[in-house]
């Protein structure tokens, strides 16, 4: 078993005029990140990768291009996000052939109008069951309805063979402590993985495994000396860090509605010049007034 400790950054995927992948700048975009110093790997096909609007052939894609580009030991997690648990398990199995050292089941958006416990953990299983390579779950938000697990449904999701740890996103500190503790109590190895971008500082000054973050997209360096003060008890010092992040976190991730985050994110990067525009694969786009929010929170957070 591999060590998956560590920070990922949850990258995007830089697009052209015609909505087609821009593979000069995605294989920059993923090199700049890769090759910081304490960035432990990449989460590929992510939320903030747009997992649910890029076709099959295009996600293979991006991880094709992410493993070619990525560091010796670094490690790459592809996000699977499909309503079809057999689509899903054909993927995760074309992901494992291309050489992905896990992958992460995201629960399908129509979760979030209603679900029941049998449908979870049958979906898991079906993906679990057809590939060898370990697995993450996704604790989605407490705000995300049925999408969230339950404490009852995380302890039969934890039994299911070849899953290893969670990205734990509950973006609420009480309710991630409260999962640590069930989930340490049932196992001592299981990864803890605190990924609420807004919440970073109060869930590793607890205790983490590492995080699976989109904001390490934006501010790898600064997401990673936070945290290595944390270690270090530093916390006078994190907590500056931190609280310039919340500048640019909240903007991003803060604001409704919550699926304009990587439109955000991307506008950001664009902002830093380090992609050539913020096109989406949906039709997301944002306005004036938000470019400019986004633009003070760079200039007032981290740069």
């Given at each position: 078993m591999k060590n998956f400790k560590g920070i990922y950054a949850a990258t995007?995927?830089?697009?052209?005029?015609?909505?087609?992948?821009?593979?000069?700048?995605?294989?920059?975009?993923?090199?700049?990140?890769?090759?910081?110093?304490?960035?432990?790997?990449?989460?590929?096909?992510?939320?903030?990768g747009e997992n649910f609007t890029l076709s099959e052939n295009e996600q293979i894609e991006v991880f094709k291009i992410a493993k070619k580009n990525k560091a010796k030991l670094s490690l790459l997690v592809s996000g699977l996000n499909y309503e079809d648990p057999l689509k899903?398990?054909?993927?995760?199995?074309?992901?494992?052939?291309?050489?992905?050292?896990?992958?992460?089941?995201?629960p399908p958006f129509s979760w979030s109008q209603g679900v029941n416990e049998n449908m979870i953990l049958k979906h898991h299983k079906i993906v679990c069951d057809n590939i060898k390579i370990p697995v993450f779950l996704y604790q989605s938000s407490v705000s995300t309805g049925s999408m969230a697990y339950s404490t009852s449904v995380l302890k039969k999701l934890m039994n299911i063979r070849g899953v290893i740890g969670i990205k734990e996103g509950s973006w609420n500190f009480k309710r991630y402590v409260k999962n640590y503790k069930l989930i340490r109590k049932k196992s001592k190895s299981f990864l803890i993985m605190a990924s609420g971008d807004e919440h970073l500082y109060p869930c590793f000054k607890y205790k983490s495994d590492g995080s699976l973050v989109s904001l390490a997209a934006i501010a790898p360096k600064m997401i990673i000396e936070m945290i290595k003060l944390i270690k270090e008890k530093k916390y006078t010092k994190a907590k500056i860090l931190d609280k310039k992040l919340l500048i640019l976190a909240k903007n991003i991730y803060g604001k409704k509605p919550a699926n304009f985050a990587t439109a955000r994110i991307k506008y950001c990067l664009k902002l830093l010049q380090k992609i050539p525009n913020d096109i989406m694969k949906s039709s997301i786009k944002l306005d004036k007034k938000e470019k400019m929010q986004l633009k003070n929170s760079i200039k007032n957070s981290i740069f």
């Open positions: 995007i995927v830089p697009l052209k005029k015609d909505k087609s992948i821009n593979k000069k700048y995605l294989k920059k975009h993923l090199k700049e990140i890769i090759n910081i110093k304490g960035i432990k790997g990449l989460l590929i096909n992510g939320h903030a899903a398990s054909k993927i995760a199995k074309k992901m494992q052939n291309a050489g992905a050292d896990a992958i992460m089941i995201f």
